[in-house]
């Protein structure tokens, strides 16, 4: 398989692979946006889980359902994705220009691994509190309160 070309859906990058032999085309996710979509929808279902779930004395059973159901399509989502990985082995060349055609900061995500893709959003929110915490601190001592 061989890189055609680079787009996006909605909400992933995509990499149209194409086959030498048969000619089949597919979009592949990168695994590095497969992990943060893991670790953006684990925090959002942990989220609607927490106010609708455990933070009420008696959560009704479509509650649970639903927050259930939630889980179970995403966890289809990313299996989906994961699976494209599985069953299309990839192979990039260098000489295809193709390849090539992406550079800067996207690239770089994109060559990450799952692994990186999940604590991606995670390093993200520690720097914006770090910087709002700075910004705190600065206002804080600047104006000191009367």
């Known amino acids: 398989m061989h890189v055609i070309a680079h787009g996006w859906d909605r909400y992933n990058s995509l990499t149209r692979f194409g086959c030498d032999?048969?000619?089949?085309?597919?979009?592949?996710?990168p695994k590095s946006h497969i992990g943060y979509t893991f670790s953006v929808s684990a925090f959002g279902i942990a989220f609607i889980?927490?106010?609708?779930?455990?933070?009420v004395r008696?959560?009704?059973?479509?509650?649970?359902?639903?927050?259930g159901a939630i889980g179970l399509f995403q966890f289809g989502v990313l299996l989906t994705q994961f699976l494209a990985h599985k069953y299309y082995p990839l192979i990039e060349t260098t000489e295809n220009p193709a390849a090539q055609s992406r550079?800067?900061?996207f690239a770089w995500i994109e060559g990450m691994s799952f692994a990186a893709g999940v604590l991606l959003p995670v390093l993200a929110a520690i720097v914006v509190l770090?910087?709002?915490?700075?910004?705190?601190?600065?206002?804080?001592?600047?104006?000191?309160?009367?």
Request: proline share 9%; net charge neutral; with cysteine.
């Open 21 to 29: 032999t048969c000619g089949t085309q597919i979009d592949i996710v």
């Open 49 to 55: 889980a927490f106010f609708f779930v455990f933070n």
């Open 58 to 67: 008696d959560p009704s059973i479509w509650a649970k359902l639903i927050v």
């Open 103 to 105: 550079k800067g900061i």
């Open 130 to 146: 770090g910087i709002c915490f700075l910004i705190g601190i600065a206002i804080h001592y600047a104006f000191p309160p009367p």
